[in-house]
Structure formats: C-alpha cells, structure tokens
C-alpha cells in the first residue's frame, strides 16, 4: 500500500499547527506565566521558542521527511536497525504526553457541557474537586479519546487534513472575538499590564527556575520531542522548504498563544481573580466560575470551552497518530486496528492518569517535560552526529535563499549547542525530581560531559 501523503502544503501547515495550538497555550501557558512574574516569563518563552524551538522543530522534521516514516521506522530506515530504538524515546514521550492530555481533554469537554445548563456556576470549587478526578473523569477521558481515534481513523488526507483545516481557523476566529470582547470588561487593563509588563528584577532573581520552566513550555507548546512534527513531515509528497514551514507553523503557534493569553489575563483580571491562584486547576476554578458572573454566561462557557476543545482535539490526534503510524509502518497493521490497539492501550494509561491524581501529577509535571527533552535530544545527536551531511542535504531541499544561508549555522546549533542547552534542563529537572539542586555550574558540567559522551558514542557508532 502506498503511504498516505498531504493533499495540499496548506494541509500540512494547518495540521502541524493543529498540533502545536492547544491546551498547552491556553491551559499550561496562563498558570505558567502567571506563576513566573508575567511579563519576564513571557519575554523568555519567546526567546526559547525562537533560539531552540523552531531549530529543534526542523531537526525533528528533517528526519520525518528524509525517512518518510514513523519515528521507530525512521532511524531503521536511514541509518541500519541499531538505531530504531532510538526512535522508541519519542513513542515513549507520545504515550506520556498522551496518558494526561486526554484527561485534561476530558474535563474540556465535561465543561463544554457543564457552561450550557451552568452546573458549574454556583460552587466551581467543589464542582471541578468532585469531577477532577474517578470513574467521571475516566469516562469523559474516554469520550474524547474516542472523538481522536475517529479522526485519526480516516486518515491522514481525508481525516487529520480536513478535520484541521476547519479547525485552526475556527479557534482563531472564535479567540479573536474572544479577545475583542475580553478588551470591552472594566478593568481588563491590569490585565494587559500584568501580562506584558516586564519585571527584570523577577528574572533576574529566580533566571533558572524561570528558564526551565519556559524551555519545557517551549518544547510543549511546539508539539516537539515526542516524533509527532517527525511524523507529520513524513507524510509531506514534495520538498518544499521545511524552513519556511517551520517557521510558519511557530510563528502561528506563537501568535495563537499569545492571542489566549489576551482573552484569559484581562478576564481574570476584570473579575478580581489572581491568576497564579490555583494552578492547573486555574482555568477551571478560576477562570469558569467567574464566568456566572457575566452576561450570557452560559453561552461565554460553551463558546470558550467549545475553542478549547478544539484545539485539544486537534493537538491530541498529532500525538494518537504517532504510535498509528509506527503500528502501520513496522508491524504492517491496518490502520483500523492500529486506531483500536493504541486507543486500547491510552484507556489504560489514561484511564490510571484520571484515577491517580499522584499519576497525573507525575506524568504532566515531571516525566513529560523530561521525556519530551530526552526525544528532542535523540532527534538532535542524531541529525548532527549519525545523519551528518545528509540531515543538512534535506534541511537544503527546497530552501530559499535565507533559509539556505541560515542552513550551516541551524546545523551547528542543533548538533552541539542545543543539545547541551536540553541537556543541561534534564539535569535540572531530573534534580528536581531526586531532590537535589545543582548549581548551574554543576548542571553545566554534567551536561558537557553527558553530550560530549553521546556524540563519541553516536559518531563511533555510525561508523562502526
Ligand atoms: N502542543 C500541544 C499543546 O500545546 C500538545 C502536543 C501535541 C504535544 N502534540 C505533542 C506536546 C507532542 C508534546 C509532543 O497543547
């Protein structure tokens, strides 16, 4: 059988940015922001994406279109069979990522629902604790699930392609009116103030923490790491510039999420809600109940949520048809039953994360970022250290002028500065996780040493 490719260069731009628009902006970025001092946080995210998110974006493409295959499929395909479980980190990442954002898709849609008759209203406390997490929870995870498998299960062209191109247009039309509407409340002012106002003297006192967390976001909100961009490009027909694509797809991303932010920060503010209160449960506590008390609450819900849903949907099915497409490529499944054995496998995963809230916690705070670190980086040595040339060659199919000329430096950072920057926040965040805080000259030294470590292995390993 022929592998499925995009019908149109529009089709994939759209669906990448599917993938990359999602709760990541409007769930994750607010309490994020709001809990590293606003505006600095926001300055440093930007940053991240450009020097390391759109870089490590075209590294993760590069080897998805060379291959035209599943992450797994990939490193097999271009480099000999000793390199496919290389590709293994990135459906590990995908079934991380995957286990809670269904969750948290879950309460989207619960909440889609729950602003038509307004159950929320009254007492959105109690009602997000008594929903959050139990057999509830597993239910609505399941639903939204299934919505993804169905998707996914039409495929690529017919499925993924059109069910995006309606999409990604319908949240930026529906987040712009959202935003306009959001500037009209009385005091929605100190909430662009608060949102775009930079204190230095917060990033300068807490700059790694704030780092960290603005990498891990950055990584996130991009839809790297997990082989779900890699998959996306192997499903592109032509060599058009991946640069400019690249590009496009962070530069709407970004957009997209900073658009959220203008809908979220001047409502939160206009309702006298502190938006570091709460955390993950912000949008939920926060952010829901003050909708009862504004005109047409119900329909500001639905029309809110509804987005929100969207959005998710769209991101959830990048990361469904990553473990699809390495059952369709590797193991010669059907894509009917790849769709049923992965969503077999997400209701078990997902099903502990909505039962757990100590799962849940684990794999959306911790394993998530670090797993998403550890694919990008696999990605990265192995583009500069085992593809060599050829992953600039493919980088070069299709450049323009600028991308071409940008292509030696993008190469050396993804070889060799990169890699210690990914390597130097593991090291930060596996401390986090034992209990031990490096200092940023210890997390330094022991990412020198780890990457210089990797690229004698990785080079001797390719020449072997
Ligand atoms: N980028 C999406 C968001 O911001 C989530 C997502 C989709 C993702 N695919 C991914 C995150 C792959 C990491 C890896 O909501």
Redesign the pocket.
Known sequence: MTRATWRTRVGFVLAAVG??????????FPWLTAQNGGGAFLLLYLLVVVLVGVPGLLGEMVIGRRSGRNPVGAFGALCGDRWRPLGGLALF??VV??SF?SVVGGWILRYTLASATGAYFSAPQEYFAAIDYGVGAAGFHALFLLATAAVVYVGVDRGIEVATTVMVPGIVLMLGGLAVWAGTLDGATGGYEFYLSLDLSYLRANFFDVLGAAAGQA???????????LTYASYLGEDRSLAADGTLIAGL?TGIGVLAGLVIFPLLFSLGVDPGAGGPGALFISLAGAFADLPYSNLVGVAFFGVVLL??LS??I??YE?LVSYLVDEHGASRGGATAAVGTLFLVTGSGAALSPSLFTLLADTI?NLA?TA?LLGFLLFDGWVLGRLALEEYELGAGRIATLAGRPWFVAIAVILPLFLAFTFVTGIGGVVGVTPTAGQAGAIAVAAVGGCIALFSRRSRA
């Open positions: 993938s990359a628009v999602g709760l990541g902006n409007i769930w994750r990442a995908s990522v995957l954002y990584l996130f909100t991009l839809s790297v790491g997990a082989g779900a961009m991303n959005a998710a991101s959830s990048s990361i990553v998530a998403l694919g």
